[in-house]
């Protein structure tokens, strides 16, 4: 496993995780959602190195992609990662993205079809109209551990018991100079006023790859229903009492749901 500065200019920021076992088929890239970072996916990536190698990259704005020339909404994110896997040599990846990295993810494997071997996507950004701009509003502008947890807590489902270093870990990230004022400006580029833009999910569903859509019913980010009447080629798999952070809640499940789509090598 290697950590990437963000002074190498060809490509994101990326935390690259082995596979223990010789595994010849294309990797798995994960993109972690607003406000998030590469860490987001350290489980997952521990769970996943038995069968695949993985890259976990930050988005722009995001970790140590803070000071990332171009920073913006899914599109422009989409951008970066494309780039980024053409320089480290990817020609072919099982794409897997949170929130925001969903939206990035569909707009990769729109653009460029044939670089993505599967998609799974979690509670992902652009199904529907309706987002919880308020709440990603406030913890973009958040800074302080107290008011970090009580917005974070919204984040997961009812049962779920945050960890008090997830909180402080988050706001010592957000302290870091420029770091509120980037999110408020991405929040603004993904919100449009209200609501969030969307994704074209008839061409989406089209795709020639198999995709998977996970969704939390206790969703408070994004409502559990634009999960439905998704068209019949795109695999819905929808977990009770599960919130937002469908991979930090139930770790597992995801991992697994992650392999099936990636055993299409």
Do not use: C
């Not at 406000?35 to 990259?57: V, Y």
């Not at 652009?126 to 958040?142: C, D, M, S, V």
């Not at 009580?150 to 960890?163: A, D, M, N, S, V």
């Not at 989406?204 to 409502?223: E, S, Y």
């Amino acid at each position: 496993m290697t950590d990437q500065s963000s002074d190498a200019p060809m490509h994101l920021p990326v935390r690259d995780q082995a596979s223990t076992d010789p595994d010849t088929g294309a990797p798995i890239v994960l993109l972690h959602g607003f406000g998030g970072d590469k860490q987001t996916w350290i489980n997952i990536q521990t769970g996943l190195a038995s069968a695949k190698r993985s890259l976990a990259f930050d988005l722009p704005g995001h970790g140590d992609a803070l000071g990332w020339p171009r920073i913006g909404n899914a599109g422009v994110s989409a951008k970066a990662v494309a780039r980024s896997l053409e320089a480290l040599g990817l020609t072919r990846v099982h794409l897997v993205g949170h929130s925001m990295g969903g939206a990035v993810a569909a707009l990769i494997a729109l653009r460029d079809p044939e670089l993505v071997a599967s998609m799974t996507l979690l509670a992902p950004g652009g199904f529907g109209p309706e987002i919880n701009h308020r709440l990603l509003r406030r913890y973009a502008a958040a800074t302080d551990p107290d008011t970090m947890e009580t917005l974070l807590e919204q984040f997961f489902g009812w049962e779920f018991k945050l960890p008090k270093f997830l909180a402080r870990t988050a706001a010592e990230s957000r302290a870091r100079p420029g770091a509120a004022a980037t999110l408020e400006t991405i929040a603004g580029e993904i919100i449009d006023g209200s609501v969030q833009k969307t994704l074209p999910r008839g061409e989406l569903a089209a795709l020639p790859m198999p995709i998977k859509v996970v969704w939390g019913t206790q969703d408070r980010v994004l409502p559990t229903r634009q999960a439905h009447k998704l068209p019949g080629t795109v695999a819905t798999h929808i977990f009770e009492r599960v919130g937002h952070m469908v991979h930090l809640e139930i770790p597992q499940e995801t991992i697994r749901l992650i392999l099936q789509n990636a055993a299409t090598d």
